[in-house]
């Protein structure tokens, strides 16, 4: 079965600096696409980046990037020089060759950046 | 930013009542998803969409939910008699094909409160 971690379920930091969200997924899937997405206070969520499995650099999106550590089934999000307004839930999500037509969330990590 | 927009933002209903909500996918995505969130955060898949074709449903959707995507019409979800239970966030979302390489699109939900 799929599955996605995501184990701080809350993070403070203050604005500017950098900060480092962690989650780790089981697949049994040769090919899978991992995401990130960002929920708002107002429950939008926004698709931020993704990384493919059989891609070995780590995705980069503006203050965004990935640690892809494929051998420990773990896509760390780093999120550079945060802002107030990056404040939000952020999840973790995965897509498999198995279950294309399914994405499966992690329970998220709530980011709270202090001025 | 997402192009998928639902329709009601808020919608109170009393237990026992029909909840309607609706839901365009951005234009040329085929794939279409909903999703309940609940107050922790979780996400619940509930069914997908490959133009009018329902590809998989959970059971629950089977029974009080029933879902569509007729041509040229929004996408529905709609519960025939509200529970307590149901009061989440219902998110729909869209993307390319159901091919695992693109990342899915959500609208901004539909908060549906049963009193």
Redesign the interface.
Known sequence: AQKVTQTQTSISVVEKTTVTMDCVYETRDS???L?W?K?TA??????LI?Q?SYKKENATVGHYSLNFQKPKSSIGLIITATQIEDSA?Y?C?M???TN????I?G??THLHVLP | ??KVIQTPRYLVKGQGQKAKMRCIPEKGHP?V?WYQQNK????K?LI?F?NQEV??QIDMTEKRFSAECPSNSPCSLEIQSSEAGDSA?Y?C?SSLF????T????G??T?LTVV
């Open positions: 090919s899978y696409f995401f997405y929920q107002s429950g939008e969520i926004v698709f993704r493919d839930v999840f999500a897509r498999g060759d294309a037509y399914k994405v969330f329970k998220g | 930013n997402s794939v998803f922790n955060n979780e996400f898949f997908n490959q590809l998989q966030l998110l979302a159901g091919q695992t390489n990342e899915v699109f959500f901004k939900g908060r």
